[in-house]
């Protein structure tokens, strides 16, 4: 696509539910990143996938969050049993291998109630 | 102390000025440094991108770079109302891990 895809733009799930939050990077982007934005806050990386690569999970805030990257391509990030703190922008990333430059989506604005 | 100081703002200047965003780092590992735009409810964008010190140049827009005081800067010249957006400074030690440390990002508006 033309640009970083993120669905849904905006979640309101209740506390205790799971959420999924989509990403499709640019294609022929190997990497492929997970940032949270909060109120206030700067962007907290959470997870980087690079290409076949073993992905660095060291940003995940806790095991109730977790992320996949099927085919290298179209990646999932995972919010299990969500609590009030989840509540954030989460932003997806995309970047050729080796470029620092990223691009980013527009985000999927998540509100837990 | 935090890896990346950024003064939040906001910041309001008239149609025209000349404006300085600044950031300061601890990380000496540090070397490369990004400056994004960030307009609301949109994902940042890239808009300039330095390797170690130095100045770097585009359009109205110029990035310095001085790693012996850990101190980086955007400078917006004939600033315009489209440059209201909140500015986020970007940096990283290289290597082969790219994950980006940021600042949190000064909030600009540019009164026409």
């Known amino acids: 696509g033309a640009g970083v895809s993120q669905s849904p733009s905006n979640k309101v799930t209740e506390k205790g539910k799971d959420v999924e939050l989509r990403c499709d990077p640019i294609s022929g982007h190997t990497a492929l990143y997970w940032y949270r934005q909060s109120l206030g806050q700067g962007l907290e990386f959470l997870i980087y996938f690079q290409g076949n690569s073993a992905p660095d999970k060291s940003g995940l805030p806790s095991d109730r969050f977790s992320a996949e990257r099927t085919g290298g391509s179209v990646s999932t990030l995972t919010i299990q049993r969500t609590q009030q703190e989840d509540s954030a922008v989460y932003l997806c990333?995309?970047?050729?291998?080796?470029?620092?430059?990223?691009?980013f989506g527009s985000g999927t604005r998540l509100t837990v109630v | 102390q935090k890896e990346v100081e950024q003064d939040p703002g906001p910041l309001s200047v008239p149609e025209g000025a000349i404006v300085s965003l600044n950031c300061t780092y601890s990380n000496s590992a540090f070397q490369y440094f990004m400056w994004y735009r960030q307009y609301s409810r949109k994902g940042p964008e890239l808009l300039m991108y330095t390797y170690s010190s130095g100045n770097k140049e585009d359009g109205r827009f110029t990035a310095q770079v001085d790693k012996s005081s850990k101190y980086i800067s955007l400078f917006i010249r004939d600033s315009q109302p489209s440059d209201s957006a909140t500015y986020l400074c970007a940096m990283s030690g290289g290597g082969s891990n790219y994950k980006l440390t940021f600042g949190k990002g000064t909030l600009l508006t540019v009164n026409p």
């Open positions: 990333a995309s970047s050729l291998s080796g470029n620092y430059g990223y691009t």
